[in-house]
């Protein structure tokens, strides 16, 4: 199971790359692997501040349709555009160019609250 060691977790299967007050936020390997062939990811919260575990978008797979959580409060600054036409590379690739949106964190103690890549190996029985 792929987890990289440089990003943080959520219980909810997000990732989270820090750098200063910019996150951006993908679903984990574990989590895409879960769901399947994904079809469709859905964020209609750009330009919207949310608090920490608010839904800010949906993934559709095959099979099923799963909420997003935000992981960190923020603003949404960004959404990844290629999701819209090519949403599998979600699947190929979910810590690179499956990234899903990027938010300029509003509460940096939050950080705090975040999955280590060995507490996120532990918490899927990795």
């Not at 895409?32 to 920490?52: A, W």
């Not at 990027?102 to 532990?122: F, M, P, Q």
Request: no cysteine.
């Amino acid at each position: 199971m792929n987890i990289p060691t440089n990003l943080k977790y959520t219980k909810d299967h997000e990732w989270i790359a820090i750098d200063g007050d910019i996150a951006t936020v993908g679903i984990t390997h574990f989590a895409q692997s879960e769901l399947g062939d994904i079809v469709y990811v859905e964020v209609e919260t750009l330009d919207q501040t949310l608090d920490k575990d608010e839904v800010f978008g949906t993934v559709e797979a095959v099979k099923t349709v799963s909420d997003l959580f935000l992981p960190l409060s923020g603003e949404i600054i960004e959404f990844n555009d290629s999701l819209e036409s090519e949403p599998e590379v979600v699947n190929s690739d979910p810590y690179g160019a499956g990234w899903m949106v990027k938010i300029k964190i509003s509460d940096l103690s939050e950080v705090n609250g975040l999955l280590s890549n060995e507490d996120y190996a532990t918490l899927i029985g990795a």
